[in-house]
């Protein structure tokens, strides 16, 4: 920690309380602190597997929870309550990965605790024993040496500290959690073999320090957090993220407990929370899930196994815009390509040298010409390696794609699961029209909305809402239970999804996946599967 400099002391040092915009820049500070660490924590990620993503985790669910709370009036960002609800609900709504789901339940904590005012000493002993209380339960197997073991030895410290004033009780906690934290090795086997700490407890130890920069009103300059790894763990196949509501949570946890490993649930009631699992069934977990209530958000993402080869043998690899589309993609396990005006077929031949696979899955997305996919597919034999390409006609079609993909399967048998997938799901896109003219679905005006399904422009609209309502009843005609929307962010601000949900009439349980495209050629890309 710097050293205190008085003239520039925080109100929460001299009046003992943390209030909203306080607890709004400290948010803020840890946002800023677990960026500009987040590599250095993914580096000493091992456990449960070595996927190198916990600071990545933990950054984006903070960031997540301060986006929530900046959407507040200025008159609630001085409410500790209100920010402190705010922050709870934006991480647990973002929580990803084991650590984002542990931080989910602190901020809840946090926000129980400040339910009646601002918070000052005995508030965060309090909030640290509801966030212990709430991991506990939101981790099924909990496992020492983990963000866990710091999280209890925090909460045992500052309930044995006999001043409870704010300054000295996040002190504590700090003092704490940096012991705990240097113990983790000694506690489990994968991080000593490893040579390092744990990568979620390590994250944990900065949302501390944030804390107390804030209510000393000091800046913090950290050293290196460490050692990397070499990459041990535990054998993982897929990791599955999702946010139910409208559920029995116990029962929940009692039905998928079976099905894999890390399974935590961060609830923000007794009915809905953020679901996160490791298992190699994510199909029954998906299934076991809507069997039980609504699903938002689902996320699949392919972990490393040790039982594994460290190098690739096979590449998925995909054509898409530059922006979060491409990073979508890429959390999905994919190495992106975006045209950038040169010869894409060549980009895609480098790509595939430098993996140096044997096998490669393309994923075109109606990017390329039939010219550029015969000419890579040539290329592809000239350097050894064997490609696939799948007929995913829009970038929607290469997400359900995605979804399916097994890299344990054979590639013959990877590439048909994956075919099938691209191929059930029915898709349109809206584009706006340029000139007024008469199309085979009506005349339009410059400016109207233009829905394409397949080859056919079926459907000619005055608005994004009304086309985007209209051409997702009409595929969902063909049954289907997931609507996926790629969103500009145009058709962001004009779509009302609770509006498009509602009027769907019978079919309003269908689960809609919504994500920021900005970038992509049309203005919304739809898939229903």
Excluded at 243 to 257: K, M
Excluded at 271 to 284: D, N, P, Y
């Amino acid at each position: 920690m710097g050293v205190v400099d008085y003239a520039t002391m925080s109100e929460s040092m001299t009046t003992g309380t943390l209030g909203g915009q306080g607890l709004i820049n400290w948010a803020s500070r840890a946002v800023s602190l677990l960026s500009q660490h987040c590599e250095e924590i993914n580096a000493l990620n091992v456990f449960p597997v070595p996927d190198a993503d916990t600071g990545s985790n933990m950054t984006h669910t903070m960031e997540s929870a301060l986006d929530e709370a900046r959407k507040l009036s200025p008159e609630d960002q001085a409410d500790a309550a209100r920010v402190t609800a705010a922050l709870s609900a934006g991480a647990v709504r973002g929580a990803r990965g084991n650590s984002g789901v542990v931080l989910s339940q602190v901020l809840r904590g946090i926000a129980t605790a400040a339910a009646s005012g601002e918070l000052d000493g005995l508030a965060i002993r309090e909030s640290l024993n509801l966030a212990l209380d709430m991991v506990l339960r939101a981790i099924v197997d909990p496992v020492d040496g983990t963000v866990v073991t710091v999280l209890r030895a925090t909460v045992a410290a500052v309930n044995a500290a006999e001043d409870t004033s704010l300054v000295a009780q996040v002190a504590t906690a700090v003092d704490a959690a940096r012991v705990a934290l240097q113990k983790t090795p000694s506690q489990l086997e994968v991080l000593r073999e490893a040579g390092v700490v744990d990568a979620g407890g390590q994250g944990f130890v900065l949302l501390l320090e944030a804390l107390a920069d804030e209510v000393n009103g000091t800046e913090w300059s950290a050293a290196a957090l460490g050692t990397s790894h070499a990459g041990h763990g535990v054998p993982a196949e897929l990791e599955v993220m999702f946010y139910i509501s409208e559920a029995d949570i116990d029962q929940l946890t009692e039905q998928l407990s079976p099905l894999g490993n890390s399974l935590l649930i961060a609830r923000d009631s007794e009915t809905s929370g953020q679901v996160h699992i490791h298992s190699r069934v994510a199909g029954q977990v998906i299934e076991e899930a809507i069997a039980h209530g609504k699903l938002e958000d689902l996320r699949i993402e392919v972990l490393p196994s040790a039982e594994q080869p460290p190098t690739l043998h096979r590449l998925i690899l995909a054509i898409a815009p530059a922006g979060p589309i491409a990073k979508l993609y890429q959390e999905a396990g994919a190495t992106v390509i975006s045209r950038t005006g040169g010869d894409i077929v060549s980009q895609i031949v480098d790509t595939v040298r430098r993996a140096a696979v044997d096998e490669v899955i393309l994923l075109p997305n109606g990017m390329l010409e039939y010219g550029e996919l015969v000419n890579a597919e040539l290329a592809s034999h000239a350097i050894d390696s064997a490609m696939n390409i799948l007929p995913t006609a829009r970038l929607v079609s290469g997400i359900a794609a995605l979804a399916v993909h097994d890299p344990g399967q054979p590639l013959a048998a990877d590439t048909y699961a994956m075919a099938e997938a691209a191929g059930s799901m029915r898709t349109a896109v809206l584009t706006r029209a340029d000139k007024s003219m008469l199309t085979q679905a009506g005349a339009c005006s410059k400016g109207d909305i233009l829905v394409t399904s397949g080859a056919e422009l079926v459907l000619v609209s005055e608005s994004i809402q009304d086309a985007t309502e209209q051409i997702v009843l009409r595929l969902l005609q063909g049954g289907g239970e997931l609507v996926t929307l790629l969103l500009t962010d145009a058709a962001g601000a004009a779509l009302d999804v609770d509006k498009l949900r509602g009027s769907l009439g019978s079919r309003s349980g269908v689960d809609i996946m919504v994500y920021p495209a900005e970038g992509i050629d049309n203005l919304v890309e739809i898939g229903v599967e």
